[in-house]
Nanobody, 131 residues
Framework: QVELVESGGGSVQTGGSLRLSCAAS????????MGWFRQAPGKQREGVAV????????YYADSVKDRFTISEDKGTNTVYLQMNNLNAEDAGMYYC????????????????????????WGKGTLVTISS
């Protein structure tokens, strides 16, 4: 059974930084697309970043490019999200997500923000931003 466990959320001031972690276990399908989604109160869940584990390509939402970095530790099956220069729009629950890559060229880029295509979810970690 696949389990995704997030950690690292918390409260930070505007302009501050946080690093989220997602530890994956039970996944036997080889390389996978692992990423982060977030959901603010009253808003839809949205894709933040995704990485094709073991292969490398990474994709980001326009709103976080140049501020957030997704990375992986292959040895521990952990994916990280380094978040810098945080602002009020970044607040919300952050969820780790995983799915199989698209065979035939799409990899993890094809519709990576599509919530319906996610196969596994973590329970989330909360990020709050104070001014």
């Amino acid at each position: 059974q696949v389990e995704l466990v997030e950690s690292g959320g918390g409260s930070v001031q505007t302009g501050g930084s946080l690093r989220l972690s997602c530890a994956a276990s039970g996944y036997t399908g080889g390389n996978k697309c692992m990423g982060w989604f977030r959901q603010a109160p009253g808003k839809q869940r949205e894709g933040v970043a995704v990485i094709y584990t073991g292969v490398g390509p990474r994709y980001y939402a326009d709103s976080v490019k140049d501020r957030f970095t997704i990375s992986e530790d292959k040895g521990t099956n952990t994916v990280y999200l380094q978040m810098n220069n945080l602002n009020a729009e970044d607040a919300g629950m952050y969820y780790c997500a995983a799915r199989k890559p698209v065979v035939g060229g799409g990899g993890c880029s094809f519709r990576w923000k599509d919530v319906a295509r996610v196969e596994y979810w973590g329970k989330g970690t909360l990020v709050t931003i104070s001014s």
